[in-house]
């Protein structure tokens, strides 16, 4: 069963306009990572944040996390055509080795 | 430093015909996954192995059998082709709870 559920299931938005979409999961996470598929290819590991971290950056990318709603965001700041693709979340939690995905959210950016 | 390779790209089955979908890391990484990927249904955990020597089933195991030939090598094998197995095929590696690395996947058509 998968825990991370993103939303929404999908988005559009014009090139320059920001991007949210949200995670949420079931159990306690040692840490949360965000992923990018674009059509066709395999997944491409965007972000890890921990579960003692609030926030994280990395280039137009921020990620919250929020250990007491069990939920976390991803923002893409002035989106362009190349950030269209599928976005997932994948959570780790205790001492497993297996993370666990959401559906994803279908992010179209449209030029 | 090719990362993730899997063979072959596309491969097109009948039913009741057997493949090994072959998966090969450089990263020296302990854990190796294979996922299967259908629409709207985001990754599904078929088997695992935490490290070499071992495997593990996961979320949807039946119909498919694995080898963890050596470190480098993870194989997943269909004894008997079922066209409910049609799918994209992701094989990924990692070390610990850190980011996965996945392959480009492997298109199965089974007719």
């Known amino acids: 069963s998968q825990q991370g559920e993103e939303d929404p299931q999908a988005l559009s938005i014009q090139e320059g306009e920001n991007a949210t979409m949200n995670c949420s999961y079931k159990t306690s996470i040692n840490n949360l990572q965000w992923y990018r598929q674009n059509s066709g290819r395999g997944l491409v590991h965007l972000i890890l944040i921990r579960s003692n971290e609030r926030e994280k950056h990395s280039g137009r990318l921020r990620v919250t996390l929020d250990t007491s709603k069990k939920s976390s965001s991803l923002l893409i700041t002035a989106s362009r055509a190349a950030d269209t693709a599928s976005y997932f979340c994948?959570?780790?939690?205790?001492?497993?080795?297996?993370?666990?995905f959401g559906r994803g959210t279908s992010l179209i950016v449209h030029p | 430093n090719a990362g993730v390779t899997q063979t072959p790209k596309f491969q097109v089955l009948k039913t009741g015909q057997s493949m090994t979908l072959q998966c090969a890391q450089d990263?020296?990484?302990?854990?190796m996954y294979w996922y299967r990927q259908d629409p709207g249904m985001g990754l599904r955990l078929i088997y695992y192995?935490?490290?070499?020597?071992?495997?593990d089933k996961g979320e949807v195991p039946n119909g498919y059998n694995v080898s963890r030939l050596n470190k480098r090598e993870f194989s997943l094998r269909l004894e008997s082709a079922a066209p409910s197995q049609t799918s994209v095929y992701f094989c990924?590696?990692?070390?610990?709870?850190?980011?996965?690395?996945f392959g480009p996947g492997t298109r199965l058509t089974v007719t």
């Open positions: 994948a959570t780790d939690g205790g001492g497993s080795y297996i993370p666990t």
């Open positions: 990263m020296n990484h302990n854990s």
């Open positions: 192995s935490a490290s070499e020597g071992t495997t």
């Open positions: 990924a590696s990692r070390q610990g709870q850190l980011k996965q690395y």
